[in-house]
């Protein structure tokens, strides 16, 4: 494999990178990096990079990349509104263009993503896969509909026939994405995207952990025809560079922990900011009595494990009706145990790695302290260091308690809690416990029944027969947080318009609105009076 690294680089001692995908050369690094955006002195620059992350399938060092410092990202945003300025008289249907030359390019070349992602996160190849696919559909989705989303609509102005009054949408400028490292390409462009249609520039902060995903995304976009300097990268310490970001910009995309969202939400008031928020959640799954159990614990599994529960939307803990828990859970400890863990360039596994040393300790620290504490594990439990050095196995625990810091804290990883229950309104208050409400699931051969218990869940977005998936690819229905899982919506109608301002024009015809010069004005309101009672009589609205 090819094993050259950047002239500037050098790993730690007794390093090896046997991971490192053979077609990532030094010039291929060199170039995605060129794209991160620094205004200081070439001296200064050369100098200035972020630390090693390390590979999750064996701890060897990921390329550094640039570091930026506050004035890169004031530079940044400032090239990226100068191009604004000229991108939203663009018509809507040319910015598509490049929207729809990105999708093709994006399946034509997916492998080399595919590993850039595998690389970065260790998560199994399939687990990849779908941010191909989602930020296809994304991609699509709004090239062909941004033109009806943002479309000027015309409204009843006061008298009719005397305003013509029409609601339009205009950018917000220059909007700022902060992306997690857990979905590099989805969370890292499937924003952006509507962002760049709605006629914005964007500033994006580069995980450090996932930069390449990134900046190759960004390369692909160029070769698609979007102006060099419409979209911007920064990377470099997330307090310093993100916090001049959120002082920056005119809209802020934020998707990660709670904690920092409200540091985020809070910094962007300040300024009177808009911002979107995808947080954190503690998402549950109702088992009803009726359910297909086999189904219901294929669906678990995945929608727990899948990632290796590195996802916000995956399922933490299920509640199963008393009548079927026994048999929901023998059949989930076969589905869990069925599991094909490893870390490979393919498809062969079913399980990656977690992402991190720190990962792997906050889950091995959330199955012990329950286990101590007096929940069982039913099956799963251990790290695998057979496997890879952050490998973990898929954990299923009973008999968690409130004591323990796995019953109402966000695990991140794969861990799942199984309680009982015993009528369906008891499953709806255990799932709205917590201040969480990102995503939920109820399994149940009556969906209408099911869809009417949904109703009642306080999540963004709640799924039935399917974990998380069904609604999360949905594009064309908004998808975000209630609660401490955040504010504002991806997808939908609500993705696009969240990057504009509603701007309304009135043009007032004939007469302005007022008394006319020679008439009183109690004689205006006595016939305006006798006008709206006739609109009323009418049924105008």
């Known amino acids: 494999m090819n094993t050259e690294r950047h002239p500037t680089e050098t790993p730690p001692p007794g390093t090896t990178d046997r991971h490192r995908p053979s077609w990532v050369s030094a010039e291929s690094i060199r170039h995605w990096c060129s794209w991160i955006h620094r205004d200081t002195p070439r001296h200064e620059a050369a100098e200035a990079r972020l630390p090693f992350s390390l590979a999750p399938f064996d701890l060897s060092p990921l390329p550094s990349v640039p570091s930026c410092r506050p004035g890169d990202v004031v530079s940044a945003a400032a090239t990226a509104a ?82 013509r009054v029409t609601r339009q949408r205009v950018p917000k400028g220059v909007v700022g994405v902060v992306s997690p490292w857990n979905y590099p390409l989805y969370l890292g462009v499937g924003d952006v995207l509507p962002a760049l249609l709605a006629g914005n520039g964007v500033v994006s902060k580069a995980d450090p952990q996932t930069a390449l995903t990134l900046l190759w995304t960004r390369s692909l976009l160029h070769e698609a025809g979007l102006p060099d300097e419409l979209w911007r990268i920064v990377a470099g310490d997330p307090v310093e ?67 290796t529960g590195q996802m916000c939307v995956h399922v933490e803990r299920v509640y199963a009706h008393e009548s079927v828990y026994d048999a929901f859970r023998d059949e989930l400890v076969r589905v869990t145990e069925s599991l094909r863990p490893g870390g490979s360039y393919d498809y062969a596994h079913d399980l990656g790695s977690l992402v991190s040393a720190d990962r792997l300790a906050a889950v091995r620290a959330h199955v012990e302290d329950a286990v101590a504490k007096g929940a069982r594990v039913v099956t799963g439990g251990p790290a695998r260091p057979d496997i890879g050095p952050l490998f973990h196995e898929p954990t299923v625990l009973e008999g968690v308690t409130p004591e323990m810091a796995v019953f109402a804290e966000e695990t991140f990883g794969p861990v799942l809690s199984l309680y009982r229950y015993t009528t369906d309104d008891e499953a709806v208050g255990l799932a709205n416990q917590g201040s969480y409400g990102l995503s939920a699931s109820i399994w149940s051969r009556d969906t209408r029944a099911a869809a009417g218990m949904a109703a009642r869940i306080r999540a963004g977005s709640v799924n039935v027969n399917d974990g998380a998936a069904a609604a999360a690819g949905s594009v064309e229905a908004e998808m975000g947080g209630m609660g401490d899982s955040g504010i504002g919506r991806r997808h939908g109608a609500e993705g696009i318009l969240k990057y504009t301002e509603s701007q309304t024009v009135a043009v007032q015809r004939f007469l302005p609105l007022g008394p006319p010069p020679g008439r009183s004005p109690e004689d205006f309101v006595r016939r305006t009076n006798g006008q709206l009672a006739l609109l009323r009589r009418l049924g105008v609205r």
């Open 241 to 307: 560079v993100g916090t001049a970001l959120v002082d920056t910009v005119d809209f802020v995309c934020f998707t990660g922990s709670t904690a920092t969202g409200r540091t985020v939400a809070e910094r962007a008031a300040r300024r009177l900011t808009g911002a979107s928020l995808e947080l954190g959640g503690k998402n549950p799954l109702i088992v009803r009595a009726d359910a297909d159990v086999a189904a219901a614990a294929t669906g678990t599994a995945v929608a727990a494990f899948a990632n």
């Open 82 to 163: 100068a191009a604004q300025r000229r991108w939203e008289r663009v018509p809507i249907a040319h910015r598509a263009r490049a929207v729809l030359a990105f999708h093709d390019l994006l399946l034509e070349r997916q492998d080399q993503v595919l590993d850039l992602i595998q690389w970065e996160t260790g998560k199994a190849r399939f687990h990849a896969w779908q941010e191909v696919a989602q930020v296809a559909a994304i991609a699509r989705h709004y090239a062909r509909r941004a033109g009806r989303y943002l479309a000027p609509r015309r409204v009843r102005g006061m008298i009719p026939g005397l305003t």
